[in-house]
């Protein structure tokens, strides 16, 4: 228990922004070998890497430590803190936690892993483990996957039932034994599928996403249900007090896979970004702008981004019939002042950056190319060797000068979409209104492994909830 | 009232207006959020009022109890309460979640008689009959009657009401959160303290 207030709460995001710069990267990697081949004797389980960020250090730019699962075959994804700036809410302050814990789920598993970060930030410890049985007895939930900080407890989506099957949803974790405390919905209305999450805190709005049950996802996308457009393509706003489900905003039967969604930080504002993967019509990807205005809450696609024709032979065979690279849009992530919004176009190898001050109209103001199907663009580090994988998971800095991208989606689906396997990397962007480039330097190989989220030291542009302007 | 009993309840009330988790910090809030002063006077009259609520209803039962109980049983009661509460604060501190951010004034009342009753604030005061000269309470008082738990409760919730409203003002006013959120002590621990103190005095008292 401290009796100061933890530095790294933010009563706001303005606040944030001038905190010092991040020291330390935490980046959770799956281990392939653990997926693709069930009859290894020894296998290994998946990793959270620890990375240097401080420019002034020795290993600046280094993997410092890996800490390894117990348990092989975990599929670590997303994961998120046990406490962030949402403690400093005044209707249920919590001031005096620590943002220390990470809470980090298995999305093949079900196992969630409560790492410690205070003893020794560069040597994280795991101090408890969620078995799947208790989280699928406890919550009714499998397949764990987007962690927010709430302001009374900690909040987890999940993909299926205990059953592996629809629906999915949300529960809640206690935060201060990380018990799971049961199924957040009170009345889900016709919500069935699930993926992301977050909310308008101070409007007592949460905001959830569809992808599709596990059997949809688990063995990669399957093109007939997709063509069938049988993937979530529907974003659900519930009452955060009532825990019931209010509305369904559609984005229509041709977007598939509505996943990351970015609410803006400010909480006077009612508007955010969704980002949707694919277009079964013409194989594009979609950025969409929830908002609300008189006539209650809305959606509206504001950036739509074309596939690109590619020689046959450079694809992988679900996309030869096509001929063509989706975008495939797989993470967006939204500056702390609400400014910019950096668009992951995992399948041509884009890293976009949107000005979103107006966002009814956002404006491209720049574009870095890194990997992608058949593209294979390089880093500036070597410029010689092609790189696979593409900008897949983009993590914003507090301040919003720099962006951390990582290069692996999802095993089943990388698997399908970069046949070739994926050398992991993670790379480091410098971002100012004049300016949007690699790091030169900046360039971390992750032997054998791809490194998926990236959480930032003290917070980051998508972990902190705000509840003041 | 002897002036050090007024002085104890009015100190105390001003003490529970001082913690952010009683009310200061959400009026703040929720005139940010409106963007409008306005939402600090009505806030902190709906927070006054469910603090007041809270504070009068635990020194009721509590006077009530002493004319059924005698005045060991009275005090080993709340002195357990106290203990109680003292422990939760320290060990096991949790707060609601039955409230969010887009409340109105019934929300409110309720939210701050929640809170009040949740941390103790009426045991404390009416603890506080132990601490003053002249104790107001039924183990010393013939009869007893509904001045002897209503001038205490609206001594305190008047230093509340002081407390709350000149912080919310002065914080909205000045944009002060910034400062002073990095100077949040932890309420929780000195809450503790002031309950086991109350529960102490109760005991020698």
Known sequence: MRWTIDPTFYPSARVAMESPPEKLA????????????????????????????DPDSKTYGQIVSQLEMPYPGDELHHFGWNACSSSLCPQ?????????YLVVPGLRSSRIYVIDTKPNPLFPEITKIIEPEVLKKRTGYSRPHTVHCGPEGIYVSALGNDKGEGPGGIFILDHFSFDPLGMWEIDRGPQYYAYDFWWHINQDILISSEWGTPPMVEQGVVGSLLMEGKYGHRLHLWDMRKRKHLQVLDLGEDNQMALELRPAHDPRKSYGFAGVVISRKD???????????????????????????????????LLKPFGKVPPLITDIDLSLDDKYLYVSCWGTGELRKYEVADPYNPELVGCLKIGGIGFQYSHPKNPQKALNGGPQMVEVSRDGKRIYLTN?????????FYPSGIEGWMVKIQSTPKSFEFEKDFFIEFAGLRPHQVRLQGGDSSTDSFCFP | MSIEALGFYLGLGLFHGLNPAMGWLFA????????????????VGALLVGHFLAVLFTCGIFVLLGKALSPFWVKGLSGIALFGFGFYWLFRARHPNWVGMNVGIMDLVYWSFL????????LMVFAGSSFCGKPFFPWSMQG??????????????????????????????????????KKWINFDILWSISLFLAAMGIALG
């Open chain 1, 408 to 416: 692996s989606l999802y095993w089943a689906w990388d698997e399908q």
């Open chain 2, 144 to 181: 007893g009657s509904f001045k002897l738990f209503l001038y205490p409760s609206v001594v305190h919730s008047l230093g509340y009401f002081l407390a709350i409203f000149l912080i919310a003002t002065v914080v909205f006013r000045a944009d002060l959160l910034q400062f002073f959120y």
């Open chain 1, 283 to 317: 194989l594009s990807a979609s950025v969409w702008l929830w908002f609300r205005d008189n006539s209650g809450w809305q959606i509206k696609k504001v950036i739509e981004i074309p596939a690109i024709s590619v020689e046959q032979e450079k694809l992988p065979t």
């Open chain 2, 115 to 122: 809170m009040a009753s949740a941390h103790g604030a009426g």
């Open chain 1, 26 to 53: 935490y980046v959770v990697a799956l281990n392939p070998a653990a997926q693709s081949n069930g009859s290894l004797e020894n296998p290994r389980g998946d990793i959270l890497a620890v990375v240097d960020l």
């Open chain 2, 28 to 43: 703040v809030a929720l005139a940010l959020q409106h963007n409008s002063f306005s939402w600090i006077p009505r806030a």
């Open chain 1, 92 to 100: 249920s302050p919590h001031p005096h936690l620590e943002r220390r």
